[in-house]
């Protein structure tokens, strides 16, 4: 008779251990977890959280179409990467990587990522990011982008673009401490006319007394040329 009444108890204790089990798994199967890297320019979290409560997604969640629900996410064009799946414990997992913006258009109050992706601006924080004036030609912005990277991986120009412009063919530049214009021409031998430009800036620093200039041209093979006002 003990030995069936310990059966007994046992059997409970074990149907209970499996039913609190389930429950956990259940509720975890109905958890989820954002992990969001944001760059600060955008509020992709909140965006994600809220769609994925809405009906189409939700059915996908349930369906485990994380496929399809991904598709539906990276129409968010502020969204770099986005992965979901289920982690060891069933609970849902998104990781969200946001795209990082390098220059600003104020003719569209738009930002554009190191892709050229042109991603809409929706809050109005003054960002210390170079800023492209004017209108962005189609096909265009991959100039300026390798000429915004070369200044950014440049030790000495790194933060100092302040806006880039195109005018006709040539890309024009305005750079922190320099109270003119650089016509910095096209897109090519970009090391070279840094440098020069470097050399400029230096001497202009050190020579105060020196004449104000009004523009320098770097269009022309190895040569700087400084006009005054």
Known sequence: MTSLIKMFVLLILLSSSALISLLTDHNNYLDIKINYLSTGYFDNKKIVDDLIRNKEISDLINLNDFQKV?????????????????????QLEIDI??????????????????????????NSSIDNIPEIKGIL????EFK??????????????????KSISLKGDDIYLNIKGFDFDIRFGNEFQLKNKLNMLKGF?????????????????????????????
């Open 70 to 90: 991904e598709k539906e996410l990276e129409k968010i064009k502020s969204i770099k990467s986005i992965d979901v799946y289920r982690n060891n414990y069933l």
């Open 201 to 229: 800036y230096l001497y202009q620093f050190n020579n105060s007394s020196n004449k104000k200039y009004k523009q320098v041209d770097l269009v022309y093979s190895n040569r700087l040329i400084a006009i005054k006002n």
């Open 144 to 161: 300026f982008l390798k000429v915004i990277a070369a200044l950014e991986n440049d030790d000495f120009f790194e933060s100092k673009l």
């Open 137 to 140: 030609p189609d096909g265009e």
């Open 97 to 122: 990587k946001d795209r990082e913006p390098i220059a600003f258009i104020r003719e569209l109050n738009s930002y554009m990522d190191s892709s050229g992706v042109i991603i809409k601006k929706h």
